[in-house]
């Protein structure tokens, strides 16, 4: 099925790849010659290009699946998202809850300074965030701080050292690894003024929104509650900082006890962020751009008039086919690694043991 999938996009699959290799040779160009002399520029200039290559993948979420996206919050968050920097932290669903925070970022005007954090990218944190205090535009940093998607298996593993350790019995979410939670906290407090606690679920009867299914054209609806924290509210003391993170992720878990219940998000309204027509600008210039240099390479060229040539080509559409079906199949969550049980150790270590995709 993947497989299929793979060859219906494979126009799509091309378009990436080209296009991604065109932002990236002149993002080297940038990084070479204008960086050295304006960091602030360089930025600007990188951020525009990243959303470029960004605004392809929204444009699949958006246009080509037609997936649709009901936010519940106040409307002081709505008018602040993407005026102010903030760290977004969130429950790890489905496989492309990254892509949901993109297509919010975009809608709120800042996918080019949108950065995500998972798994061992988390050990870097420290010395990334330093380099974000000066950023001369928005950001939003999310933290999947459960450290690895939700799935059945992970689930009961997370329950079973739960009880071992006298912890709140998750149902509905992972125990949060707090650590870098914390290193964030302590290395943005003097320059991000909110925390975003961004809680997803997808309602009764929906598809889920997974990778495969978006490049099949399978539409579905995903509902996301977002609660602005102030970063000056959070505790000072480390151990206050991942109790407050412990916390916020009990109380989501009854949140989502909720919304099994009521099929919806009744403690706040429902937002319209509208649906930005940007994405579909830009695939349809990448687009015609790329064919108009694609007829005019075969016009100028021999390739297709030899079999050296057309099996060159043969060849490439290949390679195309075979990453995109890489991409897809090892997006989704069954191709995560499963956690293990730990043995159960006392009280005091408190720390779930690291295994699998986990680390």
């Given at each position: 099925?993947a497989i299929g999938a793979a ?201 889920p929104p997974t990778m495969l299914n ?146």
């Open positions: 099925m060859l219906v996009i494979l126009p799509l699959g091309v378009l990436f790849f080209c296009s991604g290799l065109i932002v990236n040779i002149i993002q080297a160009i940038c990084f070479v010659f204008i960086r050295p002399l304006s960091k602030s520029t360089y930025r600007k200039i990188n951020r525009q290009l990243a959303e470029l290559l960004w605004l392809e993948l929204v444009w699949i979420f958006d246009w080509w699946a037609g997936v649709q996206i009901k936010v519940f919050t106040d409307k002081e968050t709505v008018r602040l998202m993407g005026k102010e920097h903030a760290l977004v932290i969130c429950n790890h669903r489905s496989d492309i809850d990254w892509l949901v925070g993109w297509v919010l970022a975009q809608r709120s005007g800042c996918l080019g300074s949108a950065l995500a954090v998972m798994k061992k990218s988390s050990k870097f944190l420290p010395s990334g965030l330093q380099r974000l205090k000066d950023f001369p535009r928005p950001f939003w940093l999310a933290l999947f701080v459960e450290g690895t998607r939700f799935t059945l298996p992970k689930l009961l593993a997370a329950q079973e050292y739960a009880g071992s350790q006298g912890l709140p019995i998750p149902r509905n979410v992972l125990i949060p690894r707090t650590k870098g939670f914390v290193s964030a906290v302590s290395n943005m407090r003097s320059f991000v003024p909110a925390i975003y606690d961004v809680t997803l679920a997808i309602p009764k009867g929906s598809p978006l490049f099949k054209g399978k539409s579905s609806v995903v509902h996301v509650h977002i609660k602005r924290h102030l970063m000056k509210e959070l505790p000072e003391t480390e151990d206050g900082v991942a109790q407050w993170c412990k916390d916020i992720f009990v109380a989501k878990d009854a949140l989502l006890d909720k919304h099994i219940a009521e099929d919806t998000f009744s403690d706040q309204e429902l937002q319209d962020l509208g649906r930005p027509k940007k994405s579909l600008v830009v695939v349809t210039s990448w687009a015609c751009l790329l064919i108009s240099g694609a007829l005019k390479f075969l016009q100028r060229s021999s390739l297709l008039s030899s079999r050296k040539g057309i099996a060159f080509a043969v060849s490439s559409l290949a390679v195309v086919t075979l990453l995109m079906y890489i991409l897809i199949r090892f997006s989704q969550s069954d191709r995560s690694t499963t956690a293990k049980v730990a043995a159960a150790k006392p009280k005091c270590e408190g720390k779930p043991s690291e295994t699998g995709d986990d680390k």
